[in-house]
């Protein structure tokens, strides 16, 4: 199950919300993710949402630049048996498997 500790615990630094696109979130995580060079393939953002008559969610931010074009995804409604190492091998998966540019090349 993921929490705020966990997401801490695993190198993901926690930043403020940005209130005008995530109104509704109450906490944001992200973390940054390099190749053997150094080099940034992408960055995984966990947004945290407390529900008074549930327990908390989380939904992961993804944003993956083409040739052409860049596309936002985003991962919701996570199972709760699902691991943060199961949550990272499957945008890792939609990465590789798109494609996409490296976020930055230049380390």
Known sequence: ML???????????EWEVNKLFHPH??????????NEKG???Y??????????????NYE??????KDRYVMNI?????????????????VYAIWYGLDCKYYDCEE
């Open 60 to 65: 992961v931010s993804l944003q993956f630049e």
């Open 3 to 13: 929490t705020e500790e966990l997401l801490l615990d695993n190198g993901y630094k």
């Open 74 to 90: 985003q991962i919701f409604a996570i199972d709760e048996k699902m691991s943060l190492e199961e949550i990272e091998q499957e």
């Open 25 to 34: 979130a109450s906490k944001f995580f992200q973390k940054r993710f390099k």
């Open 43 to 56: 960055f995984i953002s966990f947004y945290k949402y407390e529900h008074e008559d549930r327990e908390d």
């Open 39 to 41: 080099q940034t393939k």
